[in-house]
């Protein structure tokens, strides 16, 4: 059961200062952490990684191979220990990511998750209907398509390739990495045409 | 509810990107404190991430995801966090509460001192 947000608040500062004055912590390393994750890394992150695949058929199949030597290539490191798979949409497979247990995210390539991947009902309905689910993000899928749902489990975190929207030949990497959403690298969305 | 539903609810905080990061100051350190842990070896992810589970689950089996029931993911991370650390015996239930009085106190002291009264 929640606590109230106040002694919620202040058990969370009486761990932080104990953790502190014992000296495996300091004030300076947890506002990094914080301000990293609440500033800087983000899905423009994923992004990145998903225009270069697009772009680059050896990279592709490199990050297909091992996602976390292919991203590094990009600088774009994990976090803590997590190992992420990369799992690649095509017209006939659609990939949906969730954590049954315990929301984890691959934090180190999409930042923190939205409220709605750590919600009860999300986690709970993403195995049991996924295309339901899929569906109330806005997205028809066609019914031949079938869909694979990737729960994460210990250090490995899925990541989904989308598939590259058609109209998008002659744009830059950027361009490209403009069109990948958040959800389209979680499965609860697709990429986005050029021009929407 | 629908997933989608519970996204147009969400009330209206600072987002950045379009996108709800934390909703309360405490959640950022929670978050921040176990991540911190973990890069400086103190434990393995791992640890924290089955005292997570457990935490949801406990809450899952006490009939937590009924419709109406509030969810809280970062207090389930909170009580995690403060779980490995009683656990691995890096905190003690006594410290821990020592130091809970000790902060409320000392909040209980600014208080008072905004509406100007004195202390012996």
Not at chain 1, 100 to 121: A, D, I, M, R
Not at chain 1, 172 to 188: K, N
Not at chain 2, 20 to 37: E, G, Y
């Amino acid at each position: 059961m929640p606590l109230a947000n106040d002694e919620t608040a202040l058990r969370m500062r009486a761990i932080e200062s104990l953790l502190i004055e014992k000296g495996l912590l300091t004030e300076e390393v947890v506002d990094r952490i914080a301000s990293t994750y609440e500033h800087d890394i983000g899905p423009l992150r994923g992004a990145r990684v998903v225009a270069r695949a697009w772009t680059d058929p050896t990279f592709r199949a490199r990050l297909l191979a091992d996602g976390t030597a292919a991203m590094a290539e990009l600088g774009v490191g994990g976090f803590v220990a997590e190992h992420v798979v990369v799992v690649a949409n095509t017209p006939e497979v659609h990939n949906l990511v969730t954590c049954t247990l315990c929301s984890c995210y691959p934090w180190g390539v999409l930042g923190l998750p939205p409220s709605w991947y750590k919600s009860p009902e999300y986690r709970a309905r993403a195995v049991r209907e996924p295309r339901a689910v899929i569906a109330e993000f806005g997205v028809e899928l066609p019914p031949a398509t079938a869909i694979r749902v990737w729960d994460s489990s210990a250090e490995v975190r899925y990541l989904v390739l989308p598939q590259r929207p058609d109209g998008t030949d002659g744009l830059a990497e950027e361009e490209l990495a403009a069109l990948v959403t958040r959800d389209s690298m979680v499965g609860t969305g697709l990429a986005v045409a050029p021009g929407r | 509810m629908s997933v989608s539903d519970r996204i147009r609810d969400e009330p209206s905080l600072p987002r950045r990107n379009g996108e709800l990061a934390f909703d309360a100051p405490w959640q950022s350190r929670a978050f921040s404190v176990a991540v911190a842990l973990a890069e400086s070896g103190v434990w393995e992810w791992d640890a924290f991430r089955t005292r997570l589970i457990d935490e949801i689950g406990a809450w899952t089996d006490a009939g937590g995801d009924a419709p109406d029931a509030g969810w809280d993911y970062y207090a389930h991370w909170l009580a995690a966090l403060e779980r490995v650390l009683l656990e691995t015996r890096v905190l003690t239930a006594a410290e821990l509460d020592a130091e809970l009085r000790r902060l409320a106190h000392a909040a209980a002291h600014e208080h008072d001192d905004e509406h100007g009264h004195s202390h012996a």
